[in-house]
C-alpha cells in the first residue's frame, strides 16, 4: 500500500502561484511514477501531469503545459506541482496519483493509488 498526503492547496487570485506537495509513505517512492489531477465540481478527474520515476520525463495536459510545473524530490518522498499564472477555471480539488507504469499516469481508471485531493480556488 502506498498513503499519499497533498497539502499546499488554497485560495488565490487570478495570475497567483501556488506549489502543491504530495508525501508518499508506505513502499518505495522511487519504484513510482507519480502525477496529478483534478476535478472540478460537476465534472470528472482530469489529468494535469506526471513524471516518471526517476524525474527525467514529465508529461502536462494542454491546459497547463508552460504554467505548471512537476517536480519530485525522491529522498524526501514528495512530489511537487508549481502552478504559475493561474486561472479561475484552474479551481477544483487536485489528487495526487501513484502508479508502477509511467504511461498509465493519464487514464484515471488506471492508477493505483490515490491521494485525498487539496482544494485549488482561483477568484477572478
Known amino acids: 500500500q502506498v498513503q499519499l498526503v497533498e497539502s499546499g492547496g488554497g485560495l488565490v487570485q487570478a495570475g497567483g502561484s501556488l506549489r502543491l506537495s504530495c508525501a508518499a509513505s508506505?513502499?518505495?517512492?522511487?519504484?513510482?511514477?507519480m502525477g496529478w489531477f483534478r476535478q472540478a465540481p460537476g465534472k470528472e478527474r482530469d489529468f494535469v501531469a506526471r513524471?516518471?520515476?526517476?524525474?527525467?520525463?514529465?508529461y502536462y495536459a494542454g491546459s497547463v503545459k508552460g504554467r505548471f510545473i512537476i517536480s519530485r524530490d525522491n529522498a524526501k518522498n514528495t512530489v511537487y506541482l508549481q502552478m504559475n499564472s493561474l486561472k479561475p477555471e484552474d479551481t477544483a480539488v487536485y489528487y495526487c496519483?501513484?502508479?508502477?507504469?509511467?504511461?498509465?499516469?493519464?487514464?484515471?481508471?488506471?492508477?493505483?493509488?490515490w491521494g485525498q485531493g487539496t482544494q485549488v480556488t482561483v477568484s477572478s
Open positions: 513524471i516518471s520515476q526517476n524525474g527525467p520525463a514529465t
Open positions: 508506505g513502499r518505495t517512492f522511487s519504484n513510482f511514477a
Open positions: 496519483a501513484a502508479d508502477t507504469s509511467y504511461s498509465d499516469i493519464y487514464y484515471r481508471e488506471s492508477i493505483d493509488y
